[in-house]
């Protein structure tokens, strides 16, 4: 059974950070692309970083350099450095792993950036 926890998430003023983290159970884990995506209220869930198997990154155009994604295949974790945190990043933030046609999400920690 593939598990995706989330942890990391919380308050943080305006130009704070934040490390969110995410692990992961019941896959082969390096074979997998990893990403995290954001759902703020009212809007669609977007992309906002994806660490390929093979180590590539790429990044929501909204991010501009303020993220950066990596992970741990010995820890089977994909973590996710938040820096100059905006209010417009307040979100539900999920983790997801994908592998040819077959994907998982976690449930979400929520980020709450106050200005």
């Known amino acids: 059974q593939v598990q995706l926890v989330e942890s990391g998430g919380g308050s943080v003023q305006a130009g704070g950070s934040l490390r969110l983290s995410c692990a992961a159970s019941?896959?082969?884990?390096?074979?997998?692309?990893m990403g995290w995506y954001r759902q703020a209220p009212g809007k669609q869930r977007e992309l906002v970083a994806l660490i390929t198997s093979e180590g590539l990154r790429n990044y929501g155009d909204f991010v501009k350099g303020r993220f950066t994604i990596s992970r741990d295949n010995g820890k089977k974790t994909v973590d996710l450095q938040m820096n100059s945190l905006e209010p417009e990043d307040t979100a539900v933030y999920y983790c997801?792993?994908?592998?040819?046609?077959?994907?998982?999400w976690g449930k979400g920690t929520l980020v709450t950036v106050s200005s």
């Open positions: 019941g896959i082969v884990f390096s074979i997998c692309d």
């Open positions: 997801n792993s994908r592998f040819r046609a077959s994907e998982s």
